[in-house]
Antibody
Framework: EVQLVESGGGLVQPGGSLRLSCAASGFTFSSYWMSWVRQAPGKGLEWVAYIKQDGSEKYYVDSVKGRFTISRDNAKNSLYLQMNSLRAEDTAVYYC???????????????WGQGTMVTVSS | SSELTQDPAVSVALGQTVRITCQGDSLRSCYASWYQQKPGQAPVLVIYGKNNRPSGIPDRFSGSSSGNTASLTITGAQGEDEADYYCKSRDRSGNHLVFGGGSKLTVL
């Protein structure tokens, strides 16, 4: 079964750090771009970052650039999101997603994890 | 603010056809993908590319595009289609992605 399972969420104080993990199974992880998407409570979806198959290309939404780092370990079939200098506005459910189609004219996320909650509060 | 604009709320009578739209300059050169999200669940891809459905998505879901507007059409809406729908596309830079604000579909 194709599956993504996130972990690492929790409560952290403003200015703190957290590392999210996403364990992939049921497919050849190293063949796919991967992404993180977040959703603040009661709000819409926001793309956060994505990373190429070999980690050579990474892109971030402006609001997290310089604070968050996406990475992957293909040997462990795992995706990560290191989050530093966390702010209250980073509070959200964070989803790991597989980029099923990476084309010039579109990018589509075909597999999603169940999400992990990150709460930034004092 | 999002570079992709969706109507926040859309409604349809059971069994009728509904179109959910998404507007943005990037859609003149890129296709949108569409995601369905039910309360407490992760999003599910329903349409991608010109008009492609992943396996398992009913054929009552279809996509189209014209100018700066992408549309998701549900022909013969069912009660289980009640959900939030999000469009997504590349942004004007091409390397970043952006979601629309979402449309809450109510099936009456």
């Amino acid at each position: 079964e194709v599956q993504l399972v996130e972990s690492g969420g929790g409560l952290v104080q403003p200015g703190g750090s957290l590392r999210l993990s996403c364990a992939a199974s049921g497919f050849t992880f190293s063949s796919y771009w991967m992404s993180w998407v977040r959703q603040a409570p009661g709000k819409g979806l926001e793309w956060v970052a994505y990373i190429k198959q070999d980690g050579s290309e990474k892109y971030y939404v402006d609001s997290v650039k310089g604070r968050f780092t996406i990475s992957r370990d293909n040997a462990k079939n795992s995706l990560y999101l290191q989050m530093n200098s966390l702010r209250a506005e980073d509070t959200a459910v964070y989803y790991c997603a597989r980029v099923g189609w990476w084309e010039l004219l579109y990018v589509a996320f075909d597999i999603w994890g169940q999400g992990t909650m990150v709460t930034v509060s004092s | 603010s999002s570079e992709l604009t969706q109507d926040p709320a859309v409604s349809v009578a059971l069994g009728q056809t509904v179109r959910i739209t998404c507007q943005g300059d990037s859609l003149r050169s890129c296709y949108a993908s569409w995601y369905q999200q039910k309360p407490g669940q992760a999003p599910v891809l329903v349409i991608y590319g010109k008009n492609n459905r992943p396996s398992g998505i009913p054929d009552r879901f279809s996509g189209s595009s014209s100018g700066n507007t992408a549309s998701l059409t549900i022909t013969g809406a069912q009660g289980e289609d009640e959900a939030d729908y999000y469009c997504k596309s590349r942004d004007r830079s091409g390397n970043h992605l952006v979601f629309g604000g979402g449309s809450k579909l109510t099936v009456l």
